[in-house]
């Protein structure tokens, strides 16, 4: 199973990770913790929207971008709290 990714050398430790290919491109979708204490870092990250994707486990190593992504809590901006991230990247050519 695969339990870590990196968009841009960031590392995300995943709780569930899925992949697929869709018209003849990777979709991987991913769940993920994330703490009050990383929320800016990783939101910061998100919204640039376009990464290159590692997955060491599988030996994946692509250009993605954002295809959806959600989160079960809204304000992390609170003290220890902890929301569950789910992000589905799709492999891009360009």
Excluded: W
């Amino acid at each position: 199973m695969v339990t870590e990714i990196y968009l841009n050398e960031y590392k995300l430790n995943v709780t569930n990770y899925y992949e697929e290919t869709k018209n003849h491109l990777l979709l991987v979708k991913v769940e993920f913790k994330v703490s009050s204490e990383d929320y800016h870092d990783i939101t910061t990250l998100l919204y640039k929207g376009n990464f290159d994707l590692k997955v060491p486990e599988r030996n994946i190593a692509c250009k993605v971008i954002i295809q959806e992504y959600s989160t079960s809590i809204t304000n992390l901006y609170e003290k220890d709290q902890v929301g569950d991230f789910t992000l589905t990247l799709l492999e891009t050519r360009v």
